[in-house]
């Protein structure tokens, strides 16, 4: 790699008189001047599709490496389908969980949940921003393994977005008030309102050549601009905590399970009927599938729900894949068939 180039010649040069009155300077990054992204939005959507895995996908890991990428392969699929949340519930009889544990060391042998939590939401965060934000952590040192999601949120330098993500620096603006944001950029960009450091922000990018960036909800982006945002992780104590703490004020008006004893996605979903929803669960099972993490929730099991009457939790209970040719199908591949043989409920393209 050669030593870095002076490109200065090559920006425009805005003299006193060109600036306009309202004192505005002129943004580092244009839809004229910047080369169009790749992605293009859909329809604005404010329906949302939700994935629930548990813990016991690395449970049987047996290195650091292992653990690492089956949550490169989760984030993967996420971000393929276009998923707005994933919750990691653990699905472990509650009497072998430790008390407490050391989030500083690594987790990943210990604390399953935490350890998807922290690498799910790193692939998630742009990746110019990483640094700061995750600062360095043993779950993080097999990083190298990991995937590029290469979503919208994650632009190429010189790509045109109407939307963009940012961090929030300590840097002191130029006209002392505001708040100096980096949004992956050979410049950073001022906005309005003052933010703390290292806070992470969705901007919505001015048009013209001139103008402010304006911070703006994090669901914007989808639900008025057409575009797939990233995905949020949550955690969830057991299967019962992935429906009642639900982020969403209704929780999930539909709900699928996924079983080898389940009915195939053709019967269930047959191609006349239509999927009315607005919140839209799918939950995967680990090597024991649902049922074995139906027997470690208390709740549940308070009410009689585990072994077959699992399938209550839900509107549909589907084998995603009847007549396999394996013995059986891990969940990283059971997301992959799921989601692509449930994906024309929501997209007919």
């Known amino acids: 790699m050669g030593p870095p180039q002076d490109h200065s010649y090559k920006r425009r040069r805005i003299d006193a008189d060109e600036t306009p009155s309202s004192g505005r300077q002129p943004s580092s990054l244009s839809a004229a001047s910047a080369k169009p992204a790749r992605f293009k939005p859909t329809a604005a959507r404010d329906w949302t599709i939700s994935v629930a895995v548990p813990t016991s996908v690395i449970t049987d890991c047996v290195t650091r490496e292992q653990r690492t990428t089956w949550a490169g392969r989760i984030a993967r699929a996420c971000a393929v389908f276009s998923v707005d949340e994933v919750v990691i519930y653990d699905d472990s009889p509650v009497e072998s969980r430790p008390a407490s544990t050391d989030h500083e060391g690594y987790t990943g042998d210990v604390e399953p949940a935490h350890f998807l939590e922290h690498l799910l939401n790193y692939l998630e965060t742009p990746p110019f921003m990483r640094k700061l934000l995750f600062p360095m952590h043993p779950n993080l040192r097999s990083q190298g393994l990991l995937p590029n999601l290469d979503m919208p949120h994650h632009p190429y330098k010189g ?20 708040t100096v944001v980096d949004i992956g950029l050979e410049e950073t960009v001022t906005i309005d309102e003052e933010l703390p450091p290292k806070t992470r922000v969705t901007l919505k990018m001015p048009v013209g050549e001139y103008g402010s960036p304006e911070p703006i909800h994090p669901a914007v982006p989808r639900t008025e601009g057409g575009y797939f945002w990233g995905y949020t992780v949550r955690k969830a104590a057991t299967l019962s905590d992935v429906f009642t703490q639900s982020p969403y004020e209704e929780g999930y ?33 680990g090597p024991r599938g649902l049922e074995y993490a139906a027997m470690n929730d208390p709740e549940l099991s308070k009410i009689g729900i585990h072994g077959p009457r699992t399938k209550e939790l839900f509107e549909h209970w589907v084998n995603v894949l009847p007549n396999q040719g394996s013995r059986g199908i891990r969940t990283d591949e059971a997301m992959l068939i799921a989601l ?5 409920l929501w997209d007919n393209s």
């Open 159 to 178: 790509e045109w977005m109407p939307y963009r993500e940012g961090l929030t620096l300590e840097a002191q603006p130029k006209g002392g008030k505001g």
């Open 253 to 285: 008006d539909l709900s699928i399970g996924t079983s080898e004893r389940g009915q195939s996605l053709h019967r269930a979903f047959p191609e006349h009927k239509e999927a009315n929803f607005t919140h839209l669960l799918v939950a995967f099972g």
């Open 340 to 344: 692509t043989g449930l994906r024309r």
